[in-house]
């Protein structure tokens, strides 16, 4: 096998596996995300407390991200929800 054909394949099975896991990585942040938002809802209204947090959750080193995450998907939702266009007629 020539060089170029090795160089070739190796560099191909190397875009393909940076790909696998950037979307991998984008894809379990969005899981982790929506865990940490089912978790805050569910102690928010078994606490009845909204800025309420357990000692847990706000040390937790994922905490910033996963805070930041939720409240970008939250935003989405509201634009979206507020963005609905009128029934025709």
């Known amino acids: 096998m020539p060089v170029g054909e090795v160089m070739s394949r190796t560099t191909n099975d190397l875009a393909q596996v940076r790909l696998l896991f950037g ?4 894809k379990g942040l969005l899981i982790a995300t929506l865990i940490y938002l089912v978790v805050s809802l ?3 209204v078994y606490a009845a407390d909204a800025k ?3 000692e ?3 040390q937790s080193r994922s905490y910033p991200l996963l805070d930041v995450t939720s409240r970008a998907i ?3 939702v509201e634009r979206r ?3 609905q ?3 025709a007629q």
């Open 85 to 87: 266009p009128a029934p």
């Open 74 to 76: 939250i935003g989405y």
């Open 52 to 54: 309420a947090r357990p």
């Open 23 to 26: 979307f991998g990585a984008l």
């Open 81 to 83: 929800r507020h963005e």
């Open 56 to 58: 847990w959750v706000k």
């Open 42 to 44: 569910a102690y928010q």
